[in-house]
């Protein structure tokens, strides 16, 4: 159980970091996930082919994985879009209603009863969310686009909790990048008739910013999501991906001088949001 909570602890440390990637790397959201998946997709099969792991021969149990990792594609296309229509700290914070909607979708689709404390927990996080919102209304579209985002995250961490006890989780990203490289390159295309003044090749210094977001943020990062979640409850491990915002609000004040862009009610926002993690560690201390 210890292992886990370090392993889980790691990859808040590595998904910190993705946001800070999405506002350094200069292209939309659709082409920014499509090469973030394409590159991670290269370096895993030569990864997997190094190890010598054998690949599914099941078409059918392919798709499972494929399917569940459309919904991270499309959580990662609301994420980016919200950081570029807001910022990387309010794009961060929007995405801690995860363990909301977790609280909400998870009782329905595993057709158990609704945790209140579950729900309690996560209306601080909502109350956090809604302080924010009224901030600054030049960032309200960045906002809806985070809570959209936040709401496929709850629904990837509750079907990926379903195939992470059946699969390898090095097979499982593979697939879902894999699936994921086909279903957006067919997104691209509509993606830039709606915008056809954006860029869709990298620059040299993106391309550099994409393969170091491929190896860490991503192939790291979802290994490990896929290993501790068959330990820990998606609950769990969506509300300790609250702690985020510490290492990503940080970096984007230090580095984009976002703390500039906010105001008190950022803060008293913020705030909620941290309480709401620290009495679930409480809790769960408490069970534990």
Not at 156 to 163: A, G, M, Q, R
């Amino acid at each position: 159980m210890k292992k886990s909570y370090l392993l889980l602890h790691i990859a808040v440390f590595f998904a910190g970091f993705t946001g800070i990637f999405g506002k350094l790397i200069d292209l939309n959201e659709v082409a920014l996930v499509w090469y973030r998946v394409l590159f991670s997709s290269i370096i895993l099969y030569a990864g997997l082919k190094i190890l010598g792991v054998k690949k599914l021969d099941s078409f059918k149990d392919k798709m499972v994985i494929v399917r569940v990792g459309i919904l991270l594609m499309i959580h990662w296309i609301f994420f980016y879009a919200s950081v570029k229509y807001a910022n990387v700290s309010v794009a961060v914070v929007c995405y801690c209603l995860t363990s909301f909607f977790t609280a909400l979708f998870a009782p329905v689709i595993n057709k158990v009863r609704i945790n209140i404390n579950q729900i309690l927990l996560s209306m601080l996080t909502l109350a956090g969310i809604s302080l924010i919102f009224h901030f600054d209304s030049t960032y309200q579209l960045g906002i809806i686009l985070g809570v959209i985002s936040s709401s496929f995250s709850a629904l990837y961490t509750i079907y990926n909790e379903k195939i992470v006890h059946f699969y390898d989780s090095k097979l499982i990203n593979y697939y879902q990048l894999g699936g994921g490289t086909i279903f957006l390159a067919a997104v691209l295309p509509f993606a830039y008739l709606l915008f056809p003044d954006q860029s869709f090749f990298p620059s040299l210094s993106d391309t550099l910013y994409l393969i170091l977001f491929a190896v860490f943020c991503t192939i790291g990062l979802y290994v490990l999501f896929a290993e501790v979640l068959k330990v820990l409850s998606a609950f769990t491990v969506n509300l300790t991906f609250n702690l985020e915002p510490v290492y990503a609000i940080g970096l984007a004040f230090l580095i984009f001088d976002e703390a500039r862009e906010v105001n008190a009610s950022f803060y008293w926002g913020l705030g909620l949001v941290f309480l709401s993690v620290l009495l679930q560690a409480i809790s769960s201390l408490r069970r534990g």
